[in-house]
């Protein structure tokens, strides 16, 4: 599976910005996908996921800032996020995730958020 991460940029503290992943295959709708983020030495985190089946959980950190959403139709996993912090600034990722939270398929590019304080 082949993923493109988008959406991200400069933003001030809490402010919004929602983030797109495009999914390639024609199974995405089987998939649970998730979004991940990693600053600079540290290791890469999963912040959100969503299964096959439109179910999603958060970690502590962005609950009732950020929404996973998926629209199979156009294989694709959104991240809205606001309220909005700086540290939230990290690269963020998607990918298919595996029940233990690991990342399934290559981890791209990525796609920046830097919120400014």
């Known amino acids: 599976v082949q993923l493109q991460a988008s959406g991200g940029g400069l933003v001030q503290a809490g402010g919004s910005l929602r983030l797109s992943c495009a999914a390639s295959g024609s199974t995405f709708s089987r998939y649970h996908m998730g979004w991940y983020r990693q600053v600079p030495g540290k290791q890469r985190q999963l912040v959100a996921r969503?299964?096959?089946?439109?179910?999603?959980d958060y970690t502590d950190s962005v609950k009732g800032r950020f929404t996973i959403s998926r629209d199979n139709a156009k294989n694709t996993v959104y991240l809205q996020m606001s309220s909005l912090k700086p540290e939230d600034t990290a690269v963020y990722y998607c990918n298919r995730v595996s029940a233990g939270g690991r990342g399934l398929d290559s981890w791209g590019q990525g796609t920046l958020v830097t919120v400014s304080s």
């Open positions: 969503i299964t096959a089946l439109g179910g999603t």
